[in-house]
């Protein structure tokens, strides 16, 4: 993706469609744009965590990211206020413009950029397919020494 133009709308597209965000049911969070204030912003620097946290925040806004890709974000289903923690959270990413996109289960299950996957390959796999919609399997090509 060429960055020449790149707003944070096109960005957050293109990693849903890179990673097929809408293809996978995902029941214990939001995928796609959690935060964002002007989704038409453009893009100069995006960040990337595990997890959507107040340190992670700090370090981005330090970086000048103006987008942070995580794949443990901020809403999950037992999230029914903006209070405390959450509301600080929230704060801490409007107040240095920061967008924050989540990618969760879409990430654990991709076959080709998916952390199971790239853990597997590693491990000397051979096929990769997806199963149980938030998981991997494969075959190994040759004996590996460990």
Known sequence: ???????????????????????????????????????????????????????????????????????HGLFWPDIRQITGIQYR??????RNNIALYNVHIPLDAHTVYGNNAVLARIAGAGQIKSIFNYAVSCTFKKKKTY
């Not at 744009?33 to 925040?57: I, N």
């Not at 959270?89 to 409007?94: M, T």
């Open 1 to 71: 993706m060429s960055n020449n133009s790149v707003t944070i709308q096109k960005y957050a597209d293109w990693i849903s469609s890179i990673l097929a965000v809408e293809s996978v049911t995902d029941r214990y969070c939001t995928n796609g744009l959690q935060v964002c204030g002007d989704p038409q912003q453009k893009l100069t620097r995006a960040a990337f965590a595990v997890d959507a946290c107040m340190e992670v925040f700090h370090q981005a806004a330090e970086w000048k990211a103006g987008i942070l890709v995580v794949h």
């Open 89 to 94: 959270r929230i704060e801490a990413l409007i």
